[in-house]
């Protein structure tokens, strides 16, 4: 590519300085392709290197990045994806990964060196800027309604207008109006407006909603930045239980800071995908969404991806400090996930399943510094060969098996680092078992390309016993010794500041514990170092889990 080649959505690629080390390694070698930056969100840049050869899988892609003209800083390397193929999709080799934690509306310079010993080593510069905030235009005008008059007002509104609804009930409509970048139309909410019905905003841009009650639904097929902010949103079987969705492609959503309650029951006829559960909390497909600080309770699935031929362009989306409460299937179904999707510091309470990948097509897929407790079945569901997930700093206390994946079906390339992970006694739930307190149980894990290690396994029967791969394990010792898993550590749940019950009767609904490290426990500096995921640590190394010792809980759910 030529230096200052212009790249999707509005990075660039600046060349190869030095040039490429073409080598003597034949097959061995690494041919790159382009780089590409698709679909920056607030906080995330994915970024996307194609290439060929490399037949001994040894190159990798190390990062750097800073705001435009700033400090270098180092981020997590790229991961390495094979091409393959799974569930009618496909995909070809590519280093693929993201630069985490990023400041909103902000340029950034990344530095990309891919080094291979036999031949391909070269380092590449892009430049990409994350999204703003979603804002009004500067000076809005702000058009008084009321429900008598909201149809004439809405039929003539402009790019840039905010339309204030005023006390009183408004019946559900389609939206048929657009706004523009930096002049969106603005439907906002005040005390006593209520919306009765579904609002529709079909191939609609540049619309916000903001501080709406509704008793419906919400959706925004093929619209392109859609922003969904501070409303209140009770689901209606009328509208298939369903909250704030898109059921067709749509890019670049913001839905941020929501209260959105469904109809389901927790109880155990509830439980699973044929239990008696109902509608999608928050439903997305397409790329480049962000789903923050909501709080989803009483699904079947809080927070989704569409799923097969429903699947469209599933990749750089954001699913970040939700609180998540009492639904009866995935708490989080990052299914179906193309690459690049981050699921960070979510918050799950009981949940039948916390988080899952059914099936990741190649990855990278992210779950990194969520905190689960009381997932009844399981707290990671990689299923349908599920290939290229991620789990950096989760922590899980859960019935049975502490990690327990039983796909029945290859779960490849697989990679965890300082998670926390704690079971018990186990039973069956509506026909689900969660297992009988196993601290892995990885039988269907292809061992080969996949890597787990640091990690924090524990159970409260007592025993440290498992499966990983074809081995099997009943020590601490011959975990150590017969995996990856050289630098686990043993816990149990005495590594909690606070006094923790174990979660014996899932059916309870507990109240979402505090799950901070006590100073001083087995936990504390056992981790490994992850560029971009750990920056900040304090001690000898980072914590295992979701928090460090001694820091601050971070907002799940609304801001105030």
Known sequence: MDAGTLLPDGGTDAGSPGGTDAGTGGANATVAGAVSVPYPTLHHLTVEWPFSGDANANGVVTVRYRPTGGMWRDSMPLRRVPAGDNEGFSWGSRHSGSVFELQPGTAYELELTLTDPEGGTLTRTVSATTRAVPAPMVGAPVKAVTPATFTTVAASAQPGDILQLGAGTYSGFDWSRSGAA?????????????????????????????????????????????????????????????????????????????????????????????????GEGIAVTGPGHVILHNRVAGFRDGISLLEDDEAADQFSIDILNNDLDGNADDGIEADFCFHNCRILRNRLSNNFIALSSQPGLGGPTYFVRNAVYNAVHLAFKLYRGSSGDVLLHNTVVKNGDALGIYAGRPVGRLYTRNNLFIGGPGASFNGYSSGSGRVLALADLVTSGSSMDHDGLGSTTGTFT??????????????????????????????????????????????????????????????????????????????????????????YGPRP
């Not at 919306?195 to 009650?213: E, P």
């Not at 304090?538 to 971070?554: F, H, K, Q, V, W």
Request: net charge negative.
């Open 182 to 278: 930096g002049r969106p139309i603005v439907i906002r909410g005040t005390t006593g407006a209520v919306v009765n019905g579904q609002i529709n905003l079909f191939n609609r841009s540049y619309v916000h909603l903001d501080g709406l009650t509704v008793n419906g639904r919400i959706r925004f097929n093929g619209s392109n930045h859609i922003a969904i902010t501070r409303c209140t949103l009770n689901a209606s079987s009328t509208y298939g239980g369903d909250g704030i969705v898109t059921f067709l492609r749509a890019e670049n959503a913001y839905i941020a800071d929501n209260v959105v309650t469904g109809l389901t029951a927790w109880a155990e006829s509830s439980l699973g995908v044929d239990g008696d559960n109902l």
């Open 466 to 555: 498992g499966t990983w791969g074809g081995a099997s394990f009943n020590s601490l010792g011959s975990l150590r010794a017969n995996t990856t898993e050289q630098h686990a550590v043993q816990v149990d749940l005495g590594v909690f500041a606070a006094t923790l019950a174990y979660p014996a009767a899932p059916m309870t609904r507990y109240a979402a514990p505090d799950l901070r490290l006590r100073a001083g426990s087995a936990a504390e500096n056992a981790g490994q170092v992850i560029p971009g995921i750990t920056d900040g640590f304090s001690g000898g190394a980072p914590d295992l889990g979701a928090y460090e010792a001694g820091a601050a809980l971070p907002v």
